[in-house]
């Protein structure tokens, strides 16, 4: 990350996966309003109108963070060496999302893995990208350790938001929390390249540090109304769509749209000896199987 491009690349993921996650919670939050239904948390979102077998986030991770560690690795060498250490850290951060993404695909695709296991993938992954940051500080000039805390700061803060929605599923504040600190990050990272690579900026300004931390509170406002904008966008999104439709076809038979629920085909007799169909509760995370 020594230069302006190796701030400006896990900036711009950042960006666009907090972009997402903000989506991703309003939209369901509005959703879940307009059907009377009790919020649930997701670790990771649906498209709207795709298929629920499709796991678009997942794979856009895969495929974003393999590109991003080819651009790294191509990049870290000169004449035959490996010699920018800095993309390492870069790399080790997009294969930590990789694998976070693998995990998505592989929940949706009904594997049998322990309940929570893309929310833990997850919080490794940014468990991994604090780690990366907080030893990215050793032997840097004031203002350049003093502006990368920031980042460390964040990502804690979205690391806490994580451990919350796993324990309380139904905050919509932890979701959108999450996804707060995620485009904090990507502003902040554009931001420290804009400063380290300016010569208006002197490393050494206790001046130009105190600057840069009322920068930091503006950008927080500015992600602040950039999420009222995606709330909007969200609401607008959700009322166009067309969900009266109340079954659901799934594999030749049909599902009440209930959440939390899947119906299956179990029976009972009922009064005068008929069959009737009963759903089978289990207990599904996303509370909204058929997205």
Same mark, same amino acid.
């Given at each position: 990350?020594?230069?302006?491009?190796?701030?400006?690349?896990?900036?711009?993921?950042?960006?666009?996966?907090?972009?997402?996650?903000? $989506?991703?919670?309003?939209?369901?939050? =509005? *959703? +879940?309003?307009?059907?009377?239904?009790?919020?649930?948390?997701? #670790?990771?979102?649906?498209?709207?109108?795709?298929?629920? *077998?499709?796991?678009?986030?997942?794979?856009?991770?895969?495929?974003? +963070?393999?590109?991003?560690?080819?651009?790294?690795?191509?990049?870290? $060498?000169?004449?035959?060496? !490996?010699?920018?250490? &800095?993309?390492?850290?870069?790399?080790?951060?997009?294969?930590?999302?990789?694998? %976070?993404?693998?995990?998505?695909?592989?929940?949706?695709?009904?594997?049998?893995?322990?309940? &929570?296991?893309?929310?833990?993938?997850?919080?490794? #992954?940014? %468990?991994?990208?604090?780690?990366?940051?907080?030893?990215?500080?050793?032997?840097?000039?004031?203002?350049?350790? $003093?502006?990368?805390? !920031?980042?460390?700061?964040?990502? @804690?803060?979205?690391?806490?938001?994580?451990?919350?929605?796993?324990?309380?599923?139904?905050?919509?504040?932890?979701? =959108?929390? *999450?996804? !707060?600190?995620?485009?904090?990050? /990507?502003?902040?990272?554009?931001?420290?390249? +804009?400063?380290?690579?300016?010569?208006?900026?002197?490393? *050494? %300004?206790? &001046?130009?540090?105190?600057? @840069?931390?009322?920068? !930091?509170?503006?950008?927080?406002? /500015?992600?602040?109304?950039?999420?009222?904008?995606?709330?909007?966008?969200?609401?607008?999104?959700?009322?166009? +769509?067309?969900?009266?439709?109340?079954?659901?076809?799934?594999?030749?038979?049909?599902?009440?749209?209930?959440?939390?629920?899947?119906?299956?085909?179990?029976?009972?007799?009922?009064? /005068?000896?008929? @069959?009737?169909?009963?759903?089978?509760?289990?207990?599904?995370?996303?509370? &909204?199987?058929?997205?």
């Amino acid at each position: 990350m020594v230069t302006f491009i190796g701030h400006v690349m896990p900036g711009t993921f950042l960006l666009i996966l907090g972009t997402w996650w903000a $989506f991703g919670a309003w939209y369901n939050y =509005v *959703r +879940c309003k307009k059907r009377n239904r009790r919020y649930t948390c997701r #670790a990771w979102y649906v498209m709207p109108g795709m298929s629920r *077998r499709t796991c678009l986030e997942g794979l856009s991770k895969i495929i974003i +963070c393999s590109i991003g560690i080819a651009g790294e690795v191509v990049t870290g $060498f000169e004449y035959d060496h !490996f010699v920018h250490m &800095d993309n390492s850290q870069n790399m080790s951060m997009y294969l930590f999302y990789l694998l %976070s993404g693998l995990v998505d695909v592989t929940t949706n695709c009904r594997f049998s893995l322990p309940p &929570d296991t893309d929310y833990m993938t997850l919080l490794l #992954a940014v %468990s991994a990208k604090g780690l990366l940051f907080l030893f990215h500080l050793h032997g840097r000039h004031h203002l350049d350790a $003093f502006i990368h805390t !920031f980042l460390v700061y964040t990502v @804690a803060a979205e690391a806490a938001c994580i451990i919350v929605e796993m324990n309380k599923p139904r905050s919509i504040l932890a979701s =959108v929390g *999450r996804a !707060f600190f995620c485009l904090l990050q /990507g502003t902040w990272f554009w931001q420290v390249g +804009c400063i380290l690579h300016s010569p208006s900026w002197d490393v *050494r %300004s206790h &001046d130009d540090m105190t600057l @840069a931390t009322a920068i !930091f509170t503006w950008h927080m406002i /500015g992600v602040l109304a950039f999420l009222a904008v995606v709330g909007v966008v969200a609401l607008f999104t959700c009322t166009t +769509c067309d969900y009266n439709h109340p079954l659901q076809e799934r594999n030749g038979s049909h599902y009440a749209l209930v959440p939390g629920l899947e119906a299956k085909s179990g029976t009972d007799m009922g009064s /005068g000896g008929k @069959a009737t169909a009963h759903p089978t509760p289990i207990d599904y995370r996303d509370g &909204d199987f058929f997205a």
